[in-house]
């Protein structure tokens, strides 16, 4: 079947079996990698994408569900040379370790952050229970949301 979607500002049609997962769409078809496979149930958020501005862990995602929605991975988060104040906010606190979850915890906070602008460190950890980091134990995770949060990191 055919599947028309925009993804990171620039629409493709992609033909996929109907059982594709979103996430194998974005890897295999697409070779967009930052999308990682983690788990495959939902428990781990490594493949955390923006569907429409929400974010969602496309390993549970029909590639056919999201025809003609919009879709943001790492990949687009940049503009240009310049990182969104996210990934930015990761780099000033060394928010990772092996950098396996990274993607997906991003796209979490770049979520969190437009639905919560200015969050407190529970907030940021509610907010991002659903991603696993098996490295770092969370604390420059948080760091990094919120100096993303407070606006002192470029954008």
């Known amino acids: 079947m055919?599947?028309?979607?925009?993804v990171n500002g620039v629409s493709h049609t992609v033909?996929?079996?109907d059982r594709t997962l979103l996430v194998h769409l974005l890897r295999d078809h697409l070779g967009l990698t930052a999308t990682n496979i983690g788990c495959d149930t939902t428990s781990c958020g490594a493949c955390t994408v923006l569907l429409d501005g929400e974010s969602?862990?496309?390993c549970t995602v029909l590639a056919a569900s999201v025809d003609g929605q919009s879709v943001t991975t790492l990949e687009g988060?940049?503009?240009g040379e310049r990182w969104h104040r996210v990934q930015e906010g990761f780099r000033a606190?060394?928010?990772?370790?092996?950098g396996f979850c990274t993607p997906g915890m991003v796209m979490a906070a770049v979520s969190l952050l437009?639905?919560?602008p200015s969050p407190t460190a529970a907030q940021v950890r509610e907010g991002l229970e659903?991603?696993?980091c098996r490295c770092t134990g969370y604390h420059n995770i948080v760091a990094a949301v919120l100096e993303a949060a407070e606006g002192s990191v470029a954008r």
Do not use: F, I, M, Y
């Open 130 to 132: 659903g991603n696993l």
């Open 56 to 58: 969602v862990k496309s």
């Open 2 to 6: 055919n599947v028309t979607l925009t």
């Open 93 to 98: 606190k060394h928010g990772l370790q092996c």
């Open 77 to 79: 988060l940049a503009d």
């Open 114 to 116: 437009a639905e919560n």
């Open 15 to 17: 033909d996929v079996e």
